[in-house]
């Protein structure tokens, strides 16, 4: 079993930055794909970013430039880096891994803009 826990969100201010972090608690030997999403009020869930085991990160056209998404095998942690951040990203952002046996989801940590 593993279970995902996300910290890092908070207010800040437009042009601000955050880093978010998801750790992966229990044994992951491989995985399909792990990644950021997010979900603003009244909006469905959308990927902010994402990798799949072997390749690099890919990023929604709306944060390219402006996010990064790294991890460390090591810590079994992903992060998601956010520079010059705008009100429109102000959502909750939510982890994901998906393994060959099943997916994960993390319980969210809430990103808003203070302006």
């Known amino acids: 079993q593993v279970h995902l826990v996300e910290s890092g969100g908070g207010l800040v201010q437009p042009g601000g930055s955050l880093r978010l972090s998801c750790v992966a608690s229990?044994?992951?030997?491989?995985?399909?794909?792990m990644g950021w999403y997010r979900q603003a009020p009244g909006k469905q869930r959308t990927i902010v970013a994402s990798i799949t085991e072997g390749g690099g990160p890919q990023y929604a056209d709306s944060v390219k430039g402006r996010f990064t998404f790294s991890r460390d095998s090591a810590k079994n942690t992903m992060y998601l880096q956010m520079n010059s951040l705008k009100p429109e990203d102000t959502a909750v952002y939510s982890c994901?891994?998906?393994?060959?046996?099943?997916?994960?989801w993390g319980q969210g940590t809430q990103v808003t803009d203070s302006s």
């Open positions: 229990g044994s992951i030997f491989s995985f399909n794909n």
């Open positions: 994901h891994l998906a393994t060959p046996q099943r997916e994960y």
